[in-house]
């Protein structure tokens, strides 16, 4: 076993040999909640994909070696203490222990199907060594940037399913950062009942924008996919991005949470009717965080330090608090009159910006953009509705 610790982001880099029938088992209590191996990834089902795992097959059951599967691992702080001593069997006994949503396949997918075949056709295929690497993370911050930086799989993944990758264990770092925020669970689609629930699909994309510091995140064309790793991969460089990120979540359900209060009198067709709508809808998030994004991280290409992302973070917190406590203290109509649906329902009909979203998108961009700038003091949030 070789371990060798990655200081620059905090990740160890452990590659250790097992046999295929010990990973297969590691592999399936990892997605034994997501409908086993292929609950991650589907194989890759182009013709030329089929024929290269058709020959990967045939060359495990002659005896090939393949090249390292590459596995992501978020422990404890106390684990990952102990790797850099730690011996092969204990390494072993620590990695058969993690919760399945803390393990991620990163590269190996389709080796990972090709083992699986070639078992099903010749079973002492799982006798076969073949080399893991783990990396080992106390966070999916570090993760997430050796995967974007450092990750030279042989299939291009586009950066949302590179984040997918890795999300399971984000999933766990919501729910003990982000207190307010109810994830609702990714296979069954559940409909939003209450304020402060979301898909998970949508705050993986609230990660990339948040990243990006755009309210569009074009991942379908080749180069602007490039830009958006960069940039990602540029935010995730500060130890704390992930934790900011999660505590912008967290406010952005605590808002969410303070405007249902608010309940309409009279039955209305409008589009925004009760306080839970604002937040329900997916363009007004994009633009809460990542008007937050901006004020934090400053705009693409230009980048603060990490102390002075974590002062204007701080700031942000301190005025958004302010305003939390002020519509605690208000009544039905107050919130009312401060949320403004009027003006917002006008100018989302008067000027059709419902019918695009990308144009939706940059108009609550700008809308939220205006209540950090006027440090969250509004009597109303109709200059934020004028801001267009």
Known sequence: MDILHDRRVDCYSVLTTMSVREYLSIVEKAYENGGGLKGQREPLKTSTAIRIRKRMVQDLKEGTVLPPIVIGVIVSEDVFGSIENISDKDFKEIISSQNSENISIIDGMQRTTALSDAISDQPDVEEKKLRIEYWIAPNTNSLIYRMLVLNTGQVPWNIRRQIEVV?????????????????????????????????????????????????KVDIKEKLADEFTRLDVAEATSDPEFTQIFYEALDYLGKFDAAFAKYSPKE????????????????????????????????????????????????????????????????????????????????????????????????????AFKAMVEEKFVLKSMTPCWRAY
């Open 167 to 215: 999300f399971r264990s984000m999933i766990e770092e919501i729910k003990v950062k982000a207190p307010s925020i109810e994830l609702l669970d990714l296979k069954k689609k559940g409909r939003r009942s209450k304020a402060g629930q979301f898909q998970a699909d949508d705050i993986i994309e609230l990660f990339l924008v948040f990243g990006t510091r755009k309210e």
């Open 267 to 366: 039955p209305t067709k409008e589009r925004f009717k009760s306080g839970k709508d604002l937040f329900a809808s997916q363009p007004v998030r994009v633009g809460f965080i990542t008007a937050i994004a901006l004020e934090v991280f400053g705009r693409p290409g230009k980048s603060y330090t990490h102390q002075e992302s974590r002062q204007k973070w701080d700031k942000i917190k301190t005025n958004a608090n302010n305003l939390l406590s002020h519509l605690e203290s208000i009544n039905n109509d107050e919130i009312e009159s401060f949320l403004d649906y009027t003006t917002l329902n006008e100018v989302i009909v008067k000027d059709k910006i419902s019918k695009h979203g990308n144009i939706e998108r940059e108009f609550f961009l700008k």
